[in-house]
């Protein structure tokens, strides 16, 4: 049973446009939620997260959404660069759960010059 | 500073061999440890995860298991692989104090 899903699984964008990634999640009890990025051939790291109480959350080029009604949050990339190009994993937690992360299937991004 | 090591970067297996895969953590005490696998084309599965030494909780039944013989030490092993454990194996940690893993480089196995 899929929790996290990420329905796109890959994205291409042009350098300098936004990036916009999306995922949607089942378990409403799910209260934190994260972004990893991927290259290949090695781990995941940590880009940026959002708690349940909030809606938005900024970090340099990214900022992270989140429509809890709406189950849906999403991730923007502004401006893209040749460097983001990566696969891009959504998570979410509940925060009683051992940090157990579930995991979206990823989306691709490619940044084109 | 915290960081995490896991060996080896790759492995090429015959099926019904065995698999021992290890991580160990630096510069923390008590992390909660985990072990996840991406199969290809798939997003990361959460396999094992250990909350302390010997307590190891298993989310998908599977011929594999795991082991925490000390505090920063998780094992990952197999008695006899099948085809289908080929993937990419990521462990992982945190210490509780806020909800980002730290992962590993990850291991690359592919079972023949």
């Known amino acids: 049973d899929q929790q996290v899903k990420q329905n796109s699984p890959s994205l291409s964008v042009q350098e300098g446009r936004i990036s916009i990634l999306n995922c949607d999640y089942t378990?409403?009890?799910?209260?934190?939620f994260l972004w990893y990025k991927k290259y290949p051939a090695e781990g995941p790291t940590f880009l940026i997260s959002i708690s349940s109480i909030k809606d938005k959350n900024e970090d340099g080029r990214f900022t992270v959404f989140l429509n809890k009604s709406a189950k849906h949050l999403s991730l923007h990339i502004v401006p893209s660069q040749p460097g983001d190009s990566a696969v891009y994993f959504c998570?979410?937690?509940?925060?009683?759960?051992?940090?157990?992360?579930?995991f979206g299937a990823g989306t691709q991004v490619v940044v084109t010059p | 500073s915290q960081t995490i090591h896991q060996w080896p970067a790759t492995l090429v297996q015959p099926v019904g061999s065995p698999l021992s895969l290890e991580c160990t953590v630096e510069g923390t005490s008590n992390p909660n440890l985990y072990w996840y696998r991406q199969a290809a084309g798939r997003g990361l599965q959460l396999l094992f995860y250990s909350v302390g030494i010997g307590q190891i909780s298993s989310e998908v039944p599977q011929n594999l298991s795991a082991s925490r013989p000390q505090d920063r030490q998780f094992i990952l092993s197999s008695k006899k692989l099948l085809l289908s454990d080929s993937g990419f194996y990521l462990c992982?940690?945190?210490?509780?104090?806020?909800?980002?893993?730290?992962f590993g480089s990850g291991t690359r196995l592919t079972v023949v």
């Open positions: 378990n409403s009890m799910f209260d934190y």
């Open positions: 998570a979410a937690l509940t925060t009683d759960s051992w940090g157990k992360l579930q």
């Open positions: 992982a940690w945190h210490s509780g104090g806020g909800y980002g893993y730290t």
